[in-house]
């Protein structure tokens, strides 16, 4: 009997001394709570992502645990790194790890994912006014699909020559400058990205010669969903002495897209038909 009552009373000791070393912890910040992270928070539908829960304190022996809402779904002793597949709105969140030592445990923030879809390639148009000594240039810019806000930036070749311009409704994106007309020709193009890393889409490259008439670079002829001729219009206004002009010219990119013929059966032999979208200058 008293072997008995002398194990209860050290198994009392243990766990005061467990509660002693825990608030001692917490008052030292000795165990501080555990960092959850991955490397991007927004993701494509089905993507494979890394989760990391990890504490400060290397010294302690600590057990992680991952949490999906209420639900665990790992144990492992030391630092952890969780894979997983996010393919529906419930693998988005929230996460969150807990850390623990005895009987003492702490947990991180909550995490959640977020889909984002791609941007895709934008369209570049250019509108140019071009007076006797200068030609004032105007970059317009935009991506048709992909999750907003979108950050355009505008490039001369290879040299950003504008801000991050950010955009948050499906809108272009515009930049100007202006040019002497004594000047080379100029190539120029746009980038469009948004929250998800190494997605970054471009535009085909637009080359304006001294002349400041616009011409794509290598203007495809393939069918689809695809960016496919150059539109231009001029206008010229001289003064009434008739010396002194200025050259307004505008570039725009049709889009083409491939469409069925509406009566299948009637119309074995009909060549496939094309939408034109219109231009607005």
Known sequence: MWKKSFLMFLFSLSVQKAALDCERMRKTNEFPSPNLNSQTDAVMRGQNVSLSCFNQNKSLRITY????????????????????????????????????????????????????????????????????????????????????????????????????????VREPAEFNLTKNNTGEGKEYRCEAKNRLPDHAKYSQLITIPSTGKAMKDNAPRVYGNTPMEDGIYTNICKNQAGTEYSQEIHYATPMFQEVAPRDQETCNDCKTGYVYSELIF
């Open 65 to 168: 645990f991952l949490f999906r809402g209420e639900k665990c779904l790992s144990i492992q002793n030391g630092p952890m790194t969780f894979n997983l597949t996010i393919s529906e709105a419930r693998d988005l969140g929230p996460y969150k790890c807990k850390a623990q030592v005895s009987n003492c445990s702490k947990y991180s923030r909550e995490f959640n994912f977020t889909f984002v879809d791609p941007v895709t390639a934008p369209v570049l148009n250019i509108s140019v006014v071009q007076t006797k000594t200068d030609r004032h240039i105007m970059l317009r810019c935009i991506s048709f699909n992909g999750s907003l806000p979108i950050n355009y930036t505008f490039f001369e070749k290879n040299m950003a020559i504008s801000p991050v311009i950010s955009k948050n």
